[in-house]
């Protein structure tokens, strides 16, 4: 009887150990379960995408000839969207001359590289300073650009291809600060590029044809100026003004290196882009003056209009340009440079037509009309035409090939006269 009551006793005290243990056993294998089911559902989610993506490929693979189902036809359609909406930005540029507020200052610069081969000059009595040949580096630039603080932006972008000319004023291209009054008002000071039509302020690593239109030279040499401009976004004011942007400045009006009078230059912008369309239509004016040759008087006015516009049908990309204002008096230089053939209250114009058809997501034909009208060297007037090739190389480089024809040399700072240019950009 004492040893039944004692084994009962035992069995009692071991119970709970017993019992505990099994539950312990129990928790460990319903966490290794869990973990099971969570590893199984993320290689399904894997495999469902890996589906998606090989009945998207399939579909394109079949859409010349057999019809996909609806949801793979859905998938593709998605993609196209996105594809066509990603080219019309390229060509609308809708952020153009946009502010540094959306970017993060780091300490590693953006770098750009762009390296070209010319052939075959215009014009054989041209001279080497109107006509490069071979090979050459044309732009290797360094740029910071970025919000240090919440109101405070700045960018700051140098070059080296000045320096083997000993031109020491020509290595800084950039140099501004920003002030971020409200969500959409920027206030900019410093060396910049001038809010003038579309490009004046189209980027070299964006561009496709190898160099700007012939009046960009001429009006605009190196495209940049120094001085104050205020920058606002119209987009919530209104219906009618969304997409709409405004940019008002005074500048030396120094031709971009020295501040050779005492006056200031005056530019308006007004911009807006029709996302629906998609289209958009720039207006740009200058008021202004500019010095005159040793014992020449009479006027002495560097005013400009001009009017843009960039419109995208499918896969083919539309810009067009005019420009017309006061021929320039003087020629890109640290020391004034006169025109030969300027003359006081002369008229120059310029007009440029730009067509880009888009092959596939890394290939592009382009093709452009350009004409300037009283070259202030010559009086006479330019005419050009290129067509040319683009091919992306990934997200950070492309190579393209131009061939251009042209009536007769020009002279600015942008001094393409070969028939054949090959150019390959880097830009990280």
Not at 74 to 86: E, G, P, V, W
Not at 108 to 136: K, M, Y
């Amino acid at each position: 009887m004492i040893s039944r009551c004692l084994t009962i006793l035992a069995v009692l005290h071991l119970c709970p150990e017993a019992l505990f243990a099994q539950a312990s056993n129990d928790d460990a294998r319903l966490r290794s379960l869990e973990d099971q089911l969570r590893l199984a559902q993320e290689s399904l989610q894997g495999l469902s995408n890996t589906i998606d993506t090989l009945v998207v490929e399939l579909a394109e693979l079949r859409a010349g000839g057999q019809r996909a189902s609806a949801s793979t036809t859905a998938l593709a359609s998605d993609q196209r969207s996105m594809s066509d909406a990603s080219y019309a930005e390229r060509i609308l540029v809708p952020d153009l001359g946009h502010d540094e507020r959306g970017e993060e200052l780091t300490p590693r610069p953006e770098l750009f590289v762009q390296t070209r081969f010319h052939a075959n000059p215009i014009d054989e009595a041209a001279d080497s300073d109107a006509a490069v040949r071979n090979f050459g580096l044309n732009r290797v630039e360094l740029r910071w650009a970025g919000r240090v603080s919440e109101r405070i932006g700045m960018g700051y972008e140098i070059q080296h291809h000045p320096a083997p000319d000993g031109a020491a004023e020509e290595l800084v291209n950039d140099a501004y600060v920003e002030y971020y009054a409200t969500d959409s008002v920027t206030v900019r000071a410093g060396q910049f590029v001038k809010p003038f039509g579309f490009d004046i302020q189209h980027s070299s690593g964006d561009r496709e044809s190898p160099e700007r239109g012939v009046f960009a030279g001429y009006f605009f040499p190196g495209q940049r100026d120094r001085g104050l401009m205020l920058a606002a976004d119209l987009s919530d004011l209104s219906q009618f003004t969304k997409g709409m942007s405004i940019y008002a400045g005074a500048f030396n009006g120094n031709r971009f290196f020295d501040d050779n009078n005492s006056a200031l230059n005056y530019n308006l912008r007004l911009r807006k882009v029709f996302d629906s369309v998609p289209m958009a239509l720039g207006v740009s004016l200058q008021r202004g003056t500019q010095i005159l040759p040793t014992g020449v008087g009479g006027n002495d006015d560097e005013d400009l209009f001009g009017v843009d516009i960039q419109y995208v049908v499918g896969r083919l990309g539309i810009r067009a340009e005019y420009v017309r204002g006061n021929t320039p008096s003087t020629l890109l230089g640290i020391d004034p440079e006169f025109a030969g053939g300027f003359f006081p209250g002369s008229k120059s114009s310029g007009s440029t037509a730009f067509f880009n058809y888009n092959l596939t997501a890394q290939d592009d034909i382009y093709w452009r009309w350009d004409r300037f009208e009283n070259d202030p060297v010559t009086q006479g007037n330019i005419r050009a035409f290129n067509i040319g090739y683009l091919r992306s190389l990934g997200l950070h480089s492309r190579i393209g090939i131009d061939y251009q024809r042209k009536s007769n040399v020009t002279f600015n700072d942008d001094e393409l006269n070969n028939a054949l240019s090959v150019t390959w950009n880097v830009s990280y």
